[in-house]
């Protein structure tokens, strides 16, 4: 097969590749629009409202398995579980500490990810990069400063101080590292988490006044962000099959 034939033969593959993936999105499209249209209110947290918050998100993590195999448990697709689980415990205000132990601990998994062989060809030095992990970290600091003082007036401070404090390094870090793969679907995934959790951080801790659509705005952009990082590492394992078969192909 020479050269011509097997950029032909890439593009189609390519093709195929984006079609089978948007049908494979279908069931979360479908249950986050169910989730949008019961919008079924906080004061009324049970398990129909946890099931269909956690939905969207259980989906993806289906789907990546179904392209990335069992390895991805201890990649994005167990960091998508834990983050169901994280949904499922924030229906219910006095499990907000366990929903947050459930983000952090998806957050570690998404890094691990991240750190893996599948997006090594990605990585390059760059002075804007540089400044771009600068202003995440400037940005997650200054941020966790100026909640610390309605941190400090929570029911228990002496554990969402600290608690608080080390979610916001795990994220910064799974954010750090997704800009470092240079995957621009990961690398904005991390981004709008990152957006996503300050939005909810400001009005869980009254450190803002509650947005009229303040809701609307924390799941639209975590979900966007979920979906963003599943597809981002789908694509990237499928980029990384497709640069072994052209290496055995031109030998």
Not at 22 to 31: D, I, Q, R, V
Not at 115 to 130: A, D, M, P, V
Not at 155 to 163: K, M, Y
Not at 168 to 175: C, G, R, T, W
Request: hydrophobic share 50%; aromatic share 14%.
């Amino acid at each position: 097969m020479d050269i011509l034939d097997t950029d032909a033969y890439d593009r189609k593959q390519r093709r195929n590749t984006s079609c089978v993936l948007f049908f494979s999105l279908l069931p979360f499209f479908a249950f986050t629009a169910v989730f949008f249209y019961l919008w079924i209110p906080e004061s009324a947290p049970s398990l129909l409202a946890a099931g269909v918050k956690s939905a969207p998100v259980l989906s993806l993590a289906l789907m990546v398995l179904s392209y990335n195999g069992g390895r991805s448990l201890l990649g994005v697709a167990g960091g998508l579980l834990l983050s169901a689980g994280g949904d499922i415990c924030l229906i219910w205000p006095g499990l907000f500490l366990h929903g947050m132990g459930c983000f952090a601990l998806a957050h570690l998994l998404y890094s691990l990810s991240f750190l893996s062989s599948r997006y090594s060809f990605h990585t390059y030095s760059s002075f804007g990069i540089y400044i771009l992990y600068l202003l995440l970290w400037g940005v997650t600091g200054g941020a966790y400063v100026y909640l610390l003082p309605f941190l400090q007036n929570s029911p228990d401070p002496g554990v969402f101080v600290p608690a608080v404090g080390g979610y916001a390094f795990l994220i910064v870090v799974m954010a750090t590292l997704g800009a470092r793969t240079r995957h621009t679907l990961v690398m904005l995934g991390g981004l709008v988490f990152m957006a996503s959790d300050l939005t909810l951080a400001l009005q869980h801790f009254k450190a803002i006044e509650s947005l009229e659509h303040g809701r609307h705005i924390v799941m639209t952009t975590y979900y966007l962000a979920q979906l963003l990082i599943a597809v981002g590492d789908v694509k990237a394992k499928l980029a990384e099959e497709g640069d072994e078969f052209r290496k055995w192909k031109r030998s």
